[in-house]
Nanobody, 123 residues
């Protein structure tokens, strides 16, 4: 069984910074792409950023320059550094990972989600 556990959310003033972390644990053989998504009240979940195992990154166009995704493969952890936060960044942030595992002699790859962490940007 695989779990993704996020941490680092909270309340921050406009212009401030936060760093989110997401650690994967459990029966893991390989972690491929990891990423962050967010969902604001009344809106659909949207891509924030993704990062491949080799470190190639992809960002939502509107967030380039303010957000930075990184990962530590040895720790099965992905990070999201968020700078110059705006009230419009208020949302629940979800971690996502494509993880391959062996179970019962068979290999399979699945998409996993964390439980989400609330980020609120307000004065």
């Amino acid at each position: 069984q695989v779990q993704l556990v996020e941490s680092g959310g909270g309340l921050v003033q406009p212009g401030g910074s936060l760093r989110l972390s997401c650690a994967a644990s459990g029966s893991i053989f390989r972690i491929n792409t990891m990423g962050w998504y967010r969902q604001a009240p009344g809106k659909q979940r949207e891509l924030v950023a993704t990062i491949t195992k080799s470190g190639s990154t992809n960002y939502a166009d509107s967030l380039k320059g303010r957000f930075t995704i990184s990962r530590d493969n040895a720790k099965n952890t992905v990070y999201l550094q968020m700078n110059s936060l705006e009230p419009e960044d208020t949302a629940v942030y979800y971690c996502n990972a494509d993880i391959g595992s062996w179970s019962g002699g068979s290999f399979s790859s699945h998409d996993y989600w964390g439980q989400g962490t609330q980020v609120t940007v307000s004065s």
